[in-house]
């Protein structure tokens, strides 16, 4: 079995591929169902968020699980393959289990160190639990991965400086206004991407919070939390007339600020300066709205600048971050690297039990009749005789067996090995250790 991953991120591949990657909730699904028919893959795991696309997978043949993944994605996102192809990357086994524990730790991200992965990785490993997509392999991994996630960040200090795609924005507004204080700052998208941003406004200073959303019920709990105010979708333009600051984080599948419905209200304001920030993917505004006059419009991309000022601090972190993931990484590996073993360990024990447990019997019956202590003597030391003679009994006809076919050393030797057993008729009996199963 081998654990693969091909995908696309911030660092491979431009926004307008990446919105193509941007997976819908009803698309994961059947991406699941269609995952599921391939006979060479026994688990997997889609992570699909703003700036990466990737598809975990546990398979029996590597480069036909790589051919089937890809062009599925392919398919779905309606791209030619081979220019896909191109842009994707591909990790297997060792590299995979390395590549998900540094996207979890946050140490991937465009905000490095950054914490909302871990909970998108969670996020995604759920659907695929939904979607009954995961073996052991997978739950192994992706288990293991959370816990290095967390890990990292208690014992590297990397979250100690609170940056995100949504403190980017922030920090951006803030280098162009200075600062936020009586700004009117709008935030389209009531969801987890608009909760951190309306966090982010609030402890930036910003008094003037607007909240718009589709569901005007989401609006209004997310604005009651923070003390701003919600406004109905349809009143978007309408408030555009007024707003300083407008951040937009919708999971629209299409552009919700086009010039179409709001072009008419950004020409009035005659050239009033006015940043309008798009982290989301797909976008939400027009990019053509940016020619407008007044009109300052950043997207996802654009933010990267920001971001990168914010480095220097988790830089040191993440160096010692990647010395823990390495290590979890080899430890991951030799737990993977004794699974074939796990069902033949277990077996074995229940086989030397079976045996145990019928000698047992055998000797406490006979003990209800005995009466003096060297009987009783006589009748343990049997037990103790009986449990290893049967024991060693279908071990000894196999190598004797073995022998015929002229591979006795080599199975003699194993015996060597796995009984630290020796030709000496003075050998004493390995010790017994404690081993961790």
Known sequence: MHLIVTGLNHKTTPLEIREQCAFSAVQVRQLYRELKTYPCLTGAML????????????????????????????????INHQVLRSMLYRYIDHQTVVHLFTVAAGLDSMV????????????????????????????????????????VRSETGIS???????????????????????????VVGAGDAGRRAVTALMQSGAVSVIVSNRSYDHAVHMAAAVGGTAVHFDALAEELATADIVISCTAAPHMVIRDDNCGAVLRNRCGR???????AVPRDIDPQLAALPGVSLYDIDDLQNVVARHHKERLRAAHNARAILEREALRFAEKMS????????????????????????KALHRLTGATDSQ???????????????????????????????????????MVHELFEVHNDDHAQPPQVRHARQ
């Open 112 to 151: 490095l160190g950054e914490q909302e992965i871990l909970s998108q990785v969670k996020d995604a490993y759920r659907r695929a639990q939904e979607a009954a997509a995961v073996d052991r392999f997978m739950n192994s991994l992706v288990q293991t991965a959370l816990h290095v996630g967390k890990k």
């Open 375 to 413: 009987k009783r003597a006589e009748i343990v030391t049997s037990l103790a005789h009986s449990i290893a003679n049967r024991l060693v009994h279908v071990p000894i006809t196999r190598l004797k067996e073995k022998s015929l076919s002229g591979q006795a050393h080599a199975y003699a030797a």
């Open 160 to 186: 100690r400086y609170p940056v995100s795609v949504s403190a980017a924005a922030i920090e951006l507004c803030r280098e162009i206004f200075t600062s936020l204080d009586g700004k009117k700052v709008l």
């Open 338 to 361: 004794s699974q074939p073993v796990v069902p033949v360990i277990a077996a074995l024990k229940k086989y030397a039990h079976a045996i145990a447990d019928d000698e047992l019997n």
């Open 273 to 279: 300066e006015i940043v309008m920030i798009d982290i």
């Open 47 to 78: 992570l699909v968020t703003c700036n990466r696309t990737e598809v975990y997978a546990a398979v029996t043949n590597p480069d036909e699980g790589f051919a089937l993944i890809e062009q599925l994605i392919a398919q779905h996102a309606k």
